[in-house]
């Protein structure tokens, strides 16, 4: 081991990377530049260097599941050429367990799958992990887009699609993962813990809702939509506003997920789903949530 002021390090990729991702720590600073798929950087201050020293280099992770060859190496290509770690499974089943043993950042994800399709994929991963999920479909019918949201999607594309367009949905979803993760750990607990309205009540700390004190199950977005209708309790709210707030503003779905996730959250909270009391409809602008 010796002390050294400054050392040249070329790390070679099979596609460039963005220098930010190269992570400084308390007794490395990092200067990188990048000359065609070359990364020179320069290490500075007192690191100590040996045998087995490594730059730590923190690359996003994303798993694509796609059973069509062509279609997994231009994804994997064009991926890797951002500076992501691609992963590639063809089938559903190989894809559910790689999703579970990696946890991957992010999931490129097609619906239609052998051994078990997108749909199931989705419902199975929501339960335990909340990784962002761009959905891949071959079918156009608005029911399989808000289906596949309804499950726990976070976004779609229709095939076929553009490659640019894939890209800045992935950069999307994986920058609103990070703002809200940035979120959670800098604010302060709430000051309620739970919001209660006669026998419904959700645990803001838990995010658990309850009927009469038995848990429902909800989705990450049906209950996501509940805290956000309890929050403006007895306020009219706009399909547009909701969308917003609930499910962001780079979400690329129309109202009718709003109508959807309503229609459902009625199910489990109402008395009478047919006669809602609780989820009051405010024809041509959205709802209201009356306790």
């Known amino acids: 081991m010796q002390r050294v002021a400054s050392t040249i390090f070329s790390h070679r990729m099979p596609g460039a990377i963005d220098l930010p991702l190269l992570q400084n720590t308390a007794e490395l600073q990092v200067e990188a530049q990048r000359y065609g798929d070359q ?3 320069r290490l500075n201050s007192n690191y100590k260097s ?5 730059i730590p280099c923190m690359l996003k992770k994303i798993l694509i599941v796609e059973d069509e060859p062509a279609l997994q190496d231009t994804l994997s290509y064009n991926l890797k050429r951002e500076g992501y770690q691609v992963i590639v499974e063809g089938d559903g089943i190989k894809g559910l367990a790689a999703a579970q043993e990696i946890q991957p950042d992010l999931i490129v994800l097609d619906i239609m799958l052998p051994g078990m399709d997108g749909l199931e994929i989705t419902r199975i991963l929501r339960q335990k992990m909340n990784v962002p ?3 891949l479909t071959a079918r156009d019918a608005e029911i399989d887009r808000v289906l596949g949201l309804e499950i726990g999607a976070d976004d779609y594309l229709t095939k076929p699609f553009s490659m640019r367009e894939l890209l800045a949905r992935v950069k999307a979803q994986l920058r609103r993962d990070r703002l809200i993760r940035d979120e959670v750990m800098t604010q302060s607990p709430p000051s309620e813990t739970a919001l209660t309205f006669g026998n419904l009540s959700i645990n803001l700390v838990r995010r658990e809702a309850t009927i009469n004190d038995d848990v429902l199950h909800l989705k990450p977005k049906e209950y996501d939509l509940l805290q956000y209708l309890l929050e403006h309790q ?14 962001g503003w780079d979400f690329g779905g129309g109202s009718r997920t709003v109508d ?3 229609r459902w959250l009625r199910e489990k909270i109402e008395p009478d789903p047919t006669s809602p009391s609780r989820i009051i409809t405010v024809r041509g602008v959205g709802y209201r949530f009356e306790g």
Do not use: A, F, T
């Open 39 to 41: 990364i020179v950087v």
């Open 50 to 54: 040996g045998e087995n020293d490594r």
């Open 133 to 135: 999920i761009i959905m």
């Open 234 to 247: 007895g306020k009219v709210v706009s399909r547009e506003r909701i969308l917003e707030q609930v499910w």
């Open 260 to 262: 959807v996730h309503v």
